[in-house]
T-cell receptor
Framework: SQTIHQWPATLVQPVGSPLSLECTVEGTSNPNLYWYRQAAGRGLQLLFYSVGIGQISSEVPQNLSASRPQDRQFILSSKKLLLSDSGFYLC????????????FGNGTRLTVT | GDSVTQMEGPVTLSEEAFLTINCTYTATGYPSLFWYVQYPGEGLQLLLKATKADDKGSNKGFEATYRKETTSFHLEKGSVQVSDSAVYFCALISGNTPLVFGKGTRLSVIA
């Protein structure tokens, strides 16, 4: 069966520091991969999605970036964090099939101080 | 573009009460519809889905029917429990575009 791993679970970082969040999927090939952010008390904001290695679509311009160095690995990065980057970050995957649901990881709670 | 509108929360119910969370959508083509649930501090879990008109998705006592004529996918449960307290998200996907979520509805069930 397919599983998705996301780490770390929680992270406290100072303003201006770099960020790297990692997500990996097991048990499937060529998944679509996604990064969402959920700010406190708000809905889900799609940040990036990828349909293949090296293919990244950015939905919201900001100081975050994403990379997909391997088929089942998706990384969210920042060179310099802002206070406004605090939130709950969720990685998700879906099969490369029409109208497939997403399956989410357990999320990373990021607090920028 | 595609969009999902769900009722504003929070919703507070007593245990064993009937639950309805309204969801309506706008989409081109033939979307699939989903309800996700997020328990405190966790990621989202797929609760149920429906892929075509008049389909009824069901899971854990929750149900939702894909109504094309009213473009709706309301979530219902006959008797809620304290353990159902969570945030519920309605969502749609149409073709290969990323999933579109509603803003979420927080449900609190009190004993």
């Amino acid at each position: 069966s397919q599983t998705i791993h996301q780490w770390p679970a929680t992270l406290v970082q100072p303003v201006g520091s770099p960020l790297s969040l990692e997500c990996t999927v097991e048990g499937t090939s060529n998944p679509n991969l996604y990064w969402y952010r959920q700010a406190a008390g708000r809905g889900l904001q799609l940040l990036f999605y990828s349909v293949g290695i090296g293919q990244i679509s950015s939905e919201v311009p900001q100081n975050l970036s994403a990379s997909r160095p391997q088929d089942r690995q998706f990384i969210l990065s920042s060179k310099k964090l802002l206070l406004s980057d605090s939130g709950f970050y969720l990685c998700a995957w879906s099969p490369d099939k029409y109208n497939s649901p997403l399956h989410f990881g357990n999320g990373t709670r990021l607090t920028v101080t | 573009g595609d969009s999902v509108t769900q009722m504003e929360g929070p919703v507070t119910l007593s245990e064993e009460a009937f639950l309805t969370i309204n969801c309506t959508y706008t989409a081109t083509g033939y979307p699939s519809l989903f309800w996700y649930v997020q328990y405190p501090g966790e990621g989202l879990q797929l609760l149920l889905k429906a892929t075509k008109a008049d389909d009824k998705g069901s899971n854990k006592g929750f149900e939702a029917t894909y109504r094309k004529e009213t473009t709706s996918f309301h979530l219902e449960k006959g008797s809620v429990q304290v353990s159902d307290s969570a945030v519920y998200f309605c969502a749609l996907i149409s073709g290969n575009t990323p999933l579109v979520f509603g803003k979420g509805t927080r449900l609190s069930v009190i004993a």
